[in-house]
């Protein structure tokens, strides 16, 4: 194998992800490692820990050779619309070998069998899974249920986890588009993706933030070249959910006063009708955390409320999705930072690729209906974190149009 792609956040790039990279390197042969990155706003549809160009920088710093952008209705959706969004990217490049990815369980033969299932959907998979949802299941619980229930409780517990989660959403994805990606597991070197406390060489990027925010030392837990990195960041607040408040309240407010025959709010991705009535009944005023606290229930859970909220501040609708699984995801792939070690290679994956990479941003003018839009929500996210950022920092970030791509 010589390109090995990472898909990751790096939210922010800790020991962990070094481990993955240098695996790649040294165990995989890797000549080259391409991360697909999130942008500004994490999967949780929370805002990172640092912009974009600072934490691709920092992958850089960590042994990763090219940086690209997962776009934004990608990096914020499902894992179903996360994983679909950036193998298909990976697929287009056409340079990649191998995807490496972390799990809690290395278990091939069970996320072999669970893909299987989800990428063909066999008739007693739709029954079942139809059944549970007619029952009031959320699809992702009804999914679960349904895969249970076909090939036994040896698989309960273990497709549930999160990195378990994403690994079966790539391995669907690389079968769904007959991918000659190799996808190659790794199991996590710390105490699972939700551990909020530190321990060892390696922690979680939850535990590091959390510690992060209670001003305790990690220094142990990210590499020192990638600190140095973060350096600024950390001298400030860091990005909080709840500076998200003020943008979601417009639109709440906007609704309700102006009455919901004029409202859009209906159209956001992955709004249900439950939601949208919850939403509706939401006393005011109120913060973040009592928004989320209010429209969570058991069906609903905090991500899947926090996803939402934000699609519904950046206008993402349920269409902009079914355009980008009816018309192939994206025409571009957005260039965030290169080690000019591996200048040679990103011509050789531009000349390959069957998508624009777009390294001068300024000059990028999307040509299909999708490209168009992706770019536009693409955009709309870097204004709102750069707002929310300097409300809190008084840090003035760069636009997209004239940030410029990090290079070492």
């Known amino acids: 194998m010589s390109n090995i792609a990472i898909i990751a956040e790096y939210n922010p790039f800790h020991n962990g992800h070094k481990y993955l990279v240098d695996y790649a390197k040294e165990v ?15 999967q949780r549809g929370t805002p990172a820990l640092a912009d974009k160009y600072t934490r691709a920088e920092a992958a850089l710093r960590g042994g990763v050779s090219i940086v690209f952008e997962l776009p934004v209705l990608y990096a914020t959706g499902s894992a179903r ?51 549970y949802l007619e029952k009031g299941y959320s699809y992702p619980l009804a999914s679960e249920k349904a895969i249970v229930k076909m090939l036994g409780n040896e698989v309960d517990g273990i497709i549930s986890k999160p990195n378990n989660i994403l690994a079966i959403s790539y391995i669907t994805a690389l079968k769904k588009n007959n991918s000659k990606i190799m996808p190659v597991m790794l199991k996590r070197m ?19 933030r959390k510690a992060l925010s209670d001003s305790e030392d990690v ?22 959910a709840d500076w998200l408040t003020p943008f979601i309240m417009s639109r709440i407010i906007y609704d309700r006063n102006l009455g919901s025959e004029i ?31 209010y429209l969570k229930t058991k069906n609903l859970t905090m991500t899947r409320v926090s996803r939402v909220l934000l699609h519904m501040v950046l206008g993402i609708t349920d269409a902009d999705r079914t355009r980008a699984y009816e018309e192939g995801f994206s025409e571009y792939v957005n260039l965030l930072a290169l080690d000019k070690k591996y200048s040679t290679q990103l011509k050789a994956i531009t000349d390959a690729s069957d998508l624009t990479v777009i390294n001068k941003k300024s000059e990028f003018k999307p040509e299909t209906d999708l490209g168009k839009r992706m770019w536009q929500i693409d955009r709309l996210a870097s204004d709102l974190y750069n707002q929310i950022i300097y409300d809190n920092t008084d840090v003035r970030l760069r636009s997209e149009k004239s940030s410029q791509v990090r290079t070492i």
């Not at 220094?219 to 400030?236: G, H, Q, S, T, W």
């Open 190 to 208: 710390d105490e699972g993706y939700h551990s909020s406390s530190l321990s060892g060489n390696y922690s979680s990027a939850t535990a590091i």
């Open 219 to 240: 220094r142990n837990f990210i590499p020192k070249a990638c600190m140095e990195v973060y350096a600024d960041y950390l001298k400030k607040p860091l990005p909080d």
């Open 263 to 293: 409202s859009f709010l209906h159209t956001t991705l992955d709004m249900t009708p439950e939601l949208l009535n919850r939403l509706r009944k939401l006393p005011l005023p109120v913060k973040y955390v009592e928004i989320t606290d």
């Open 81 to 131: 619309d996360f994983a679909a969004g950036a193998v298909s990217i990976l697929d287009k490049l056409n340079s990649v070998d191998g995807l490496i990815f972390g799990v809690e369980d290395e278990r091939m033969d069970i996320f072999d069998k669970v893909s299987e299932i989800l990428a063909y959907e066999p008739s007693e998979y739709k029954i079942l899974l139809n059944n």
């Open 28 to 42: 995989l042969c890797a000549d080259t490692v391409t991360a697909l990155m999130s942008g500004n706003f994490m």
